[in-house]
């Protein structure tokens, strides 16, 4: 009797148990009177979200850049090396492929580990992978319970379970390893699989080995207590633990583990990714711009959604270009620097240094700012504390200078800096190529191709004289250089524009030679006869957007444009009269890779055909005709040998912008170098003008561009018009095309000294 009695009641224990589980794991999946909180639903289980990080690609297909709150790009299963789910299965869930989300033996044998102290986690990797995808211990699913000791982790646990057989349902094993592995976080600012293989190794997960692959597992348990950047000695221990795991469950064999767990963690390729490094960086801070803008229209996050974005920019190209720009301005600072040394570049028109130059930049600091209201707007309390010295990190061009200075003497320091900015593109397509915007975008954020805008000195002049050939004249019209006056009603002044060397040859001269040569005089003429709103007009129509001040000074660049803008126009005369918008992005897709988006250039007819080549004609006279000034280019490099090639400098007035706008068959590339302040520059034309400034940025590049026969950049004569009538030969006056006579041609163009003075 007393035995059935047991017997029942051990009976009506075991019902009782497995009743109260099936009770409480309904109560938890229906949220009972909203005590336990929500659980993700079944589209939430059909579409699972995690951060992605948003993709910018090359027109050749190279990843540019991401842009993300958590570096996140997702691989496919077949990315996925055998190593690594061995390494994975071996250390977190041995039985992976055998429970449907829930190891019941594990979960049996966390007593056991309870028991013995041992917090060892029995989570099956489909429950980690619901609480890693869904943040099921998060606060969107908390009931009135959820804050109750116990009781809460029994809550996140069941939902856990529950979460995890749906998933099981729902996706295949292969489905869930892979999603897994792209949702966990490695550390490093590396979240998911493929990004942690490319931060440590500098590789795809496909290609990972046995070792990194142990080692990346390994860093799941604590990515950082076990990264092998920061604790190297239990990254390796750790490494090892998960070796031995492998071996335990035959994925290894003994020797290959021994073998394995001599070697050292290699993390020699080892870099975190940031919107500071790789390259492009200026070009993707502006095209961060417009895809804000994209997203908030279309109802994206450019930062978590996953965005592909395939621009036009040439990854090779964009690499020549920075690499050029790189060279030359480090030849160029190193020239600054001497020329400098021991004195300070902040100078007035008398040459004089500025007064309190360094004082008016630090007061438009944020710093500044902070001490000046931690003082109660005392200024020279907070002029003290701007002296005092801290820690910082200053651009040096043998890499980041680690040193103890004052916010102030950083300031002095970074204005000795010279800058510049570089723009390429497809005069045809509006393709941009290359876009660098300055010299290092991690320690100088501002742009010099499209946020910057100064004077372009002559490198205007070509828009000036468009205007002209659109109005009668013609490269063989002729005209005296002589000083030429502009007389001011309104304020009763005359202005009589020098050459810049002060002096008028008295010369005929046709306007090709006179833009060759940049001779101010005959530009001035040229814009008395078409009046400063006619330029303005077609400025405008050539794709300045800058406010430009229609008065005769214009025709010497005296309001401020952009690199973008100039380049705009200038693509006009190789395209035939067409302007073509310059842009940048062709496509974007979403994660899964549908199109959102297609952006084709906008174009205008806006100068004739004929107008536009007379244009390229004027241009070729700076590498061709006697004292042009771009003859230099013979010197730089190979880029003139066999081929068409037009161009033109520009420098102001006190050297403080030195321009270099080139011209090929194919391609039209801007150049503008300066310093950050326009008071910050050469005081000798002979270092200060655009030829030696800016103009061997451009020969270096486009020799890299043409020695790469991958990109199909061919040089030849630039295509003329068939309908074109006019003779350019200017009846012999202008010196043989060396190009179509023998090849010492080139070596017979005489430079004398003073060949660059009128730029």
């Known amino acids: 009797m007393n035995r059935n009695r047991t017997i029942r009641s051990i009976w009506f224990g075991i019902f009782l148990f497995f009743g109260s589980i099936i009770l409480w794991t309904y109560a938890v999946a229906l949220d009972v009177f909203g005590l336990f909180g929500g659980m993700p639903g079944t589209e939430n289980l059909a579409n699972p979200k995690s951060e992605l990080a948003s993709e910018v690609y090359t027109s050749d297909n190279v990843l540019l850049g991401k842009y993300f709150k958590e570096n996140r790009s997702p691989a496919r299963f077949t990315d996925l090396s055998p190593h690594l789910l061995r390494a994975l299965m ?52 908390e009931g009135s319970l959820s804050h109750v000791p116990g009781i809460r982790t029994a809550i996140f646990k069941t939902k856990e379970w529950i979460t995890a057989v749906k998933l099981e349902k729902t996706y295949t094993k292969q489905e869930i390893l892979t999603m897994y592995l792209n949702t966990v976080h490695f550390g490093s600012n590396a979240f998911g699989i493929k990004t942690a293989a490319r931060t440590f190794f500098n590789t795809s997960p496909d290609k990972l080995n046995a070792e990194q692959s142990a080692m990346l597992v390994g860093v799941l348990k604590a990515p950082t207590l076990y990264s092998p950047v920061y604790n190297p000695a239990r990254a390796l221990n750790r490494r090892n633990t998960v070796i031995e795991q492998m071996e335990k469950y035959g994925y290894l064999t003994e020797a290959e583990a021994e073998s394995l767990k001599m070697r050292p963690v290699d993390i020699g390729q080892y870099r975190v990714e940031n919107h500071n490094e790789g390259f492009g960086t200026y070009f993707r801070a502006e095209l961060k711009k417009d895809l804000l803008r994209f997203c908030r229209e279309k109802g994206y996050d450019l930062y978590s959604d996953g965005l592909k974005i395939y621009t036009t920019i040439d990854s090779r190209m964009q690499r020549y270009a920075e690499q050029s720009l790189d060279s030359h301005m480090r030849y160029q600072q190193a020239i600054f620097f001497r020329y400098w040394k021991g004195k300070n570049p902040w100078v007035d028109e008398e040459g004089k240094e500025i007064k309190d130059f360094i004082l008016n930049a630090a007061r438009r600091t944020s710093l500044f700012q902070a001490y000046k209201e931690q003082y109660n707007g005392n200024e020279d309390s907070a002029i003290a504390a701007f002296r005092r010295p801290l820690r910082t990190t200053l ?46 975008y991690k320690f100088f954020k501002y742009d010099h191709v499209r946020q910057g805008r100064r004077q372009p000195g002559s490198a205007f002049k070509p828009i000036v004289y468009a205007t002209a050939m659109d109005n009668g004249f013609t490269p063989c019209t002729e005209m005296v250089d002589a000083p030429t006056t502009f007389y001011n009603e309104e304020t009763n002044t005359y202005w009589t524009p020098k050459n810049s060397d002060g002096k008028y040859s008295g010369e005929k001269m046709t306007l090709r030679k006179a833009m060759a040569q940049s001779i101010n005089s005959i530009a001035a003429q040229v814009m008395k006869k078409l009046g400063p709103a006619r330029v303005v007009e077609y400025a405008k129509k050539l794709g300045i957007e800058s406010p430009l001040d229609s008065v005769p000074a214009l025709c010497l660049g005296a309001s401020d444009v952009s690199v973008f803008e100039l380049v705009s126009a200038y693509s006009t005369f190789v395209s035939g009269g067409t302007w073509t918008k310059p ?119 486009m020799d890299k561009v043409y020695a790469d026969r991958s990109l199909g950049i061919t040089k030849g004569p630039f295509k003329r018009p068939v309908s074109l009538s006019v003779d350019l030969t200017c009846s012999g006056k202008v010196m043989p095309d060396p190009l179509l006579g023998d090849s010492s041609g080139i070596q017979k163009v005489q430079e004398p000294a003073n060949q660059d003075l009128n730029d």
């Not at 980690?128 to 969107?140: D, I, P, S, V, Y």
């Open 583 to 701: 842009y940048y992005i062709a496509r974007i897709a979403d994660k899964n890779g549908n199109t959102l988006a297609t952006f084709n250039p906008e174009k205008k007819e806006v100068i004739s055909a004929e107008t536009a080549y007379m244009m390229v004609h004027m241009l070729m006279g700076s590498t061709k005709e006697r004292n042009g000034t771009a003859l230099g280019l013979h010197r730089l490099g190979s880029t003139l040998a066999g081929n068409e090639v037009g161009g033109k400098t520009g420098t102001t007035s006190n050297y403080s912008d030195g321009w270099f706008l080139g011209i090929t068959k194919q391609l039209v590339t801007g150049i503008w170098v300066g310093g950050e302040d326009r008071c910050i520059h050469f005081r000798s034309f002979n270092y200060g003008q655009g030829s030696k400034m800016a103009m061997p940025i451009w020969s270096y590049y």
């Open 90 to 141: 071996a250390t977190e869930d041995v039985r992976f492929e055998k429970h449907s989300g829930i190891d019941l033996k594990g979960t049996l044998a966390i007593l056991w580990y309870v028991i013995r102290f041992d917090k060892r986690g029995s989570s099956t990797l489909t429950q980690q992978l619901a609480k890693n995808l869904f943040a099921t211990r998060g606060e969107l699913y």
């Open 395 to 440: 651009f040096s061009w043998k890499g980041g200078l680690d040193t103890i200075v004052s916010p102030w003497d950083s300031i002095a320091y970074t204005k000795h800096f010279l800058h510049s900015g570089l723009m390429s593109m497809d005069p045809y397509t509006g393709h941009i190529k290359a876009w660098v915007g300055g010299i290092n």
